[in-house]
């Protein structure tokens, strides 16, 4: 890595995000991150600074549910930085009742997988410009409640759900990150680029806002010291920046040990991967741009 290494973070301003930009931060990482409103970004970089005070902090801005912005963010991080050491794709939302955006898909579908799907590809020249970059993909063991998965369904969609309903799609979207994590990392295999995921544990953050005492619940797990984001913190640091995970690539590792996890059927599956990529790559079509040449 060079001396002031770039990292960029999605959903950097709550939870297990704004703590790793915090951490990267104070050893010397340049922060590129992504926000939904300046506010909230203002906040996280006033945060930021309270520990690193030198910390350099740039936010590109948008709405990770829309591939449209997806796009434009990524080709916007591409054109103000040459290279790209790290990117860690750590947005996630679990959405407790059904939402379709603008574009037809359903919100965590778009969130959780398309997004980070086309966010790594659009930074490709970046990432390929530092030699030995990094991307890092937060999964989930959540992955194991995933129903089935049914290619290329499931992509698009959009059948209604319940509360109890969301979990199986939430970690439907984790298995998908873990299979494109293995997929990814196969492509990339010739390009110095390292492509792993991880499950973070149980951690309390606002990922489940929406439950309606998520508040008071937060609060008393908390007290009895469950639920620590800082041990998920841990593990993403740990594949960022240990030299051991410099030289491994598309595996999924697990929060506390940094051990391989075998994933769920077919998150292992070489096929189904493939079937996955094929599938998300003629998805997402209508997003795609020219590679930017540097």
Same mark, same amino acid.
């Given at each position: 890595m060079s001396t002031n290494p770039t990292a960029v973070i999605t959903g950097a301003t709550s939870g297990l995000g704004q703590l790793a930009a915090i951490e990267l931060a104070k050893r010397g990482f340049q922060l590129v991150l992504t926000a939904r409103n300046k506010e909230r970004a203002e906040a996280t970089k006033i945060k930021?600074? %309270?520990?690193?005070?030198?910390? %350099?902090?740039? &936010?590109?801005?948008? =709405?990770?549910?829309?591939?449209? =912005?997806?796009?434009?963010?990524? %080709?916007?991080?591409?054109?103000?930085? &040459?290279?790209? =050491?790290?990117?860690l794709n750590n947005a996630g939302i679990h959405a407790f009742e059904p939402r379709i955006t603008p574009e037809g898909f359903a919100e965590m579908i778009a969130? $959780?997988?398309?997004?980070?799907?086309?966010?790594?590809r659009a930074l490709e020249p970046s990432l390929r410009n530092a030699g030995k970059?990094?991307?890092?993909?937060?999964?989930?063991?959540?992955?194991?409640?995933?129903?089935?998965?049914q290619l290329p369904g499931d992509l698009n969609d959009t059948t209604p759900f319940t509360a109890r309903g969301s979990s199986a799609i939430y970690g439907k979207t984790k298995l998908l990150n873990i299979m494109f994590t293995a997929e990814l990392a196969r492509k990339w295999s =010739?390009?110095?680029?390292?492509?792993?995921?991880? $499950?973070?544990?149980f951690n309390v953050t606002g990922l489940g806002r929406e439950l309606r005492f998520a508040a008071v619940i937060e609060r008393l797990l908390k007290l009895f010291h469950i639920?620590?984001?800082?041990?998920?913190t841990e593990i993403i640091t740990r594949l960022i920046l240990?030299?051991?995970?410099?030289?491994?690539?598309?595996?999924y590792f697990n929060v506390g040990t940094g051990k391989p996890i075998e994933p769920v059927y077919p998150g292992g599956d070489a096929a189904q991967q493939r079937k996955l990529w094929e599938a998300t790559e003629n998805l997402l079509k209508p997003f795609h741009f020219e590679k930017s040449t540097h």
């Open positions: 930021i600074e %309270q520990h690193s005070p030198a910390a %350099q902090v740039e &936010f590109f801005y948008g =709405d990770l549910s829309l591939m449209k =912005d997806v796009s434009r963010i990524g %080709q916007e991080i591409t054109a103000a930085h &040459f290279s790209i =050491d790290v990117l969130v $959780n997988y398309l997004a980070p799907w086309l966010l790594t970059a990094r991307v890092v993909n937060v999964a989930s063991e959540a992955s194991r409640n995933h129903g089935s998965l =010739d390009t110095g680029i390292t492509v792993n995921a991880l $499950n973070p544990g639920g620590d984001p800082h041990r998920g240990e030299p051991q995970y410099g030289e491994l690539t598309g595996g």
